[in-house]
């Protein structure tokens, strides 16, 4: 068994299908309201927020992005039960011209292969298809 540390989020019904999600640190976050993020856009929120900050660490050690922008989709399928598809990860990078933006430009390939293959959580939870225990309590 390992020390890893379990991570949490508690949600709060606020109204018919509106939640507050609140964290460990009380950070706070209403999911599916009007105007709110619904939870498959947290779902691809997550996915590329993970990744970003990988790549991010791993490219601007050479130079200040001049632009990162960072696009998830994906298609939600209904046949055999909801479930999102074709999820597509797309960075959109650019740094400056010199030596310093040319060894952060050629960072961007080994970093975004690294962050899937090793250190992105997100990505690779979706992609072993890890099993999730559902339990009911009473309040």
Same mark, same amino acid.
């Not at 599916?32 to 619904?38: C, E, M, Y």
């Not at 779902?43 to 991010?56: I, K, P, R």
């Not at 601007?60 to 074709?86: C, H, L």
């Not at 933006?101 to 970093?111: I, L, M």
């Given at each position: 068994?390992?020390?890893?540390? !379990?991570?949490?989020?508690?949600?709060?019904?606020?109204?018919?299908?509106?939640?507050?999600?609140?964290?460990?640190?009380? !950070? =706070?976050? !209403?999911?599916?309201?009007?105007? #709110?993020? /619904?939870?498959?856009?947290?779902?691809?929120?997550?996915?590329?927020?993970?990744?970003?900050?990988? *790549?991010?660490?791993?490219? !601007?050690?050479?130079?200040?992005?001049?632009?990162?922008? *960072?696009?998830? /989709?994906? +298609?939600? &399928? =209904?046949?055999?039960?909801?479930?999102? +598809?074709?999820?597509?990860? /797309?960075?959109?990078?650019?740094?400056?011209?010199?030596?310093?933006?040319?060894?952060?430009?050629?960072?961007?390939?080994? &970093?975004?292969?690294?962050? #899937?293959?090793? #250190?992105?959580?997100? /990505?690779? +939870?979706?992609? &072993?298809?890890?099993?999730? &225990?559902?339990?009911?309590?009473?309040?």
């Amino acid at each position: 068994m390992t020390d890893a540390p !379990t991570h949490r989020v508690t949600l709060t019904r606020l109204s018919e299908g509106v939640y507050e999600a609140r964290n460990g640190r009380g !950070t =706070t976050l !209403t999911v599916n309201g009007a105007g #709110h993020f /619904s939870a498959i856009e947290l779902l691809l929120a997550a996915l590329g927020g993970c990744t970003s900050v990988d *790549v991010d660490l791993m490219t !601007t050690r050479r130079a200040e992005p001049e632009a990162f922008e *960072v696009v998830v /989709s994906g +298609t939600k &399928a =209904t046949e055999g039960g909801n479930r999102m +598809t074709d999820l597509q990860v /797309s960075f959109r990078l650019r740094f400056p011209g010199g030596e310093d933006g040319d060894k952060a430009r050629e960072r961007v390939p080994r &970093a975004v292969k690294t962050s #899937h293959e090793r #250190h992105c959580t997100v /990505s690779r +939870t979706i992609e &072993a298809g890890t099993p999730i &225990a559902f339990t009911i309590e009473d309040a």
